[in-house]
């Protein structure tokens, strides 16, 4: 038996339905032949447009639509929302470890940590938008937020990025992404990270790099990585060339504090030296990626 659906949601089983007291001006009325909107006392805008009967019920319009049972279903059969992890969007099930780093997609429930954490020093994309009605502040993490969701929203195998959250020792302290163009032909990826402040300096930044390429090179067949990172940004460069990236040109970019010069760096399959880098549950996230299994 699962639970009752929460205050607000619908529950429907054997074709009988029940009203649910909601504390806002309108909802959905569920009648015999379709969907119409109620006000708070139960009036529609267009019932005799719709063939509606009295509402039976409402719900409020913000919840997810539950599973409705067929005629053969218990009665007292209640339904929860189905879930998107698994068949459904397999990334969620996606793992990666070394030592004690763990790498997973991030989720909705994960990007107020993340965002509380988002250090000033990390530089966004001057291309993206900026709102005007918000201050500078305000749009860093409104985009921090936006990207995450236009990554998932705009996936598909011919282009892709996979923003994932790193934790050590279960503790969340950054996101590490990996991306990728065309990746079916050109088997290259590119990617980009940030910790939190208070996680630097204890060699998470390389772990955190070597999980991913582990995955790309060793699960995923690329026989490229790429990177760049401004000029002045020694961290970041000396993470690449410790794990063998090379000098791959240098080349300019508008940035918030004016025009900047970018060091290119590429890593060939050659010269990547495996780590003992632990994934799972990938199997069912090949199509995703361009990867035939």
């Avoid at 019920?57 to 698994?86: C, F, K, M, Q, W």
């Avoid at 954490?117 to 749009?139: K, V, Y």
């Avoid at 011919?158 to 996101?175: F, I, K, N, Q």
Wanted: charged share 25%.
């Amino acid at each position: 038996m699962r639970a009752a659906p929460s205050h607000g949601q619908l529950a429907i089983a054997s074709g009988r339905t029940e009203r649910r007291p909601l504390p806002d001006a309108f909802g959905v009325l569920v009648g015999n032949r379709g969907l119409a909107l109620v006000d708070a006392f139960g009036r529609t805008a267009d019932r005799s447009a719709r063939g509606l009967k009295e509402p039976t019920a409402r719900l409020d319009l913000s919840i997810t639509v539950a599973e409705v049972s067929d005629a053969a279903s218990a009665p007292e059969e209640r339904y929860a929302p189905p879930r998107l992890h698994g068949m459904d969007w397999p990334l969620f099930d996606l793992r990666l470890s070394i030592g004690d780093v763990a790498l997973r997609p991030v989720t909705d429930a994960d990007l107020p940590a993340i965002d509380a954490m988002f250090p000033d020093d990390d530089e966004q994309d001057p291309r993206w938008e900026h709102f005007a009605g918000l201050s500078a502040q305000r749009n860093r993490h409104r985009l921090l937020v936006q990207r995450t969701w236009h990554h998932r929203g705009s996936w598909s195998s011919s282009s892709w990025c996979l923003d994932l959250a790193v934790e050590v020792s279960g503790e969340l302290v950054g996101l590490q992404a990996l991306e990728a163009d065309d990746f079916a032909k050109l088997r290259t990826v590119d990617s980009g990270s940030w910790l939190a402040v208070h996680a630097r300096g204890r060699g998470t930044a390389v772990a955190m790099r070597t999980a991913i390429l582990g995955l790309a090179f060793d699960h995923l067949g690329a026989v490229a990585a790429i990177s760049c990172a401004r000029v002045d940004n020694a961290p970041s460069l000396a993470v690449s060339r410790r794990l063998g990236y090379v000098e791959n040109g240098v080349s300019l970019s508008d940035s918030p504090t004016g025009v900047v010069e970018l060091q290119h760096l590429r890593l060939a399959r050659e010269s990547w030296a495996a780590h003992p880098v632990k994934v799972t549950g990938l199997d069912a996230c090949l199509a995703w990626f361009g990867v035939s299994d």
